[in-house]
């Protein structure tokens, strides 16, 4: 089975880039639900997307990973393992700090 990635996509105006990146599905289906009902808040509107359509494989990722340009930081990072967000009941506070300039790494666990 072919794994697959989701875009978590980040407007960062304090650094004039914008981030992708690409969140294991598989076995996240329910953590990656309440991201994207955190992020329907308008607080996150313009800074945050999540796009669960068109999923990519990982080879699809894998590529844009390799050839990624960089800035502040890599612009395309793929994320694998299960979601574990810091929190039960999460504040825009805590959600902008589990997913801000790519630290929603820190909430992947290995499998």
């Known amino acids: 089975m072919t794994m697959m990635f989701a ?5 960062n105006e304090h650094e004039g880039e914008v981030y992708h990146y690409w969140l294991q599905v598989d076995g996240n289906e329910e953590a990656l639900k309440e991201l994207a009902e955190a ?3 308008e607080f996150f509107q313009d800074s945050f997307t999540l796009r669960m359509e ?6 699809q990722v894998d590529t844009l990973v ?3 340009e960089s800035g502040y930081m890599d612009f395309e990072q ?3 393992g299960r979601i574990e967000w810091p929190s039960d009941q999460m504040s825009q506070d805590d959600w902008m700090d589990a997913i801000y300039k790519g ?5 992947f666990k290995e499998e």
């Open 39 to 41: 992020l329907s808040d």
């Open 54 to 59: 068109p999923l990519l494989t990982e080879e």
């Open 103 to 107: 630290s929603i790494k820190e909430c």
């Open 66 to 68: 390799d050839e990624s």
């Open 78 to 80: 793929k994320f694998t």
């Open 7 to 11: 875009r978590l996509r980040e407007d």
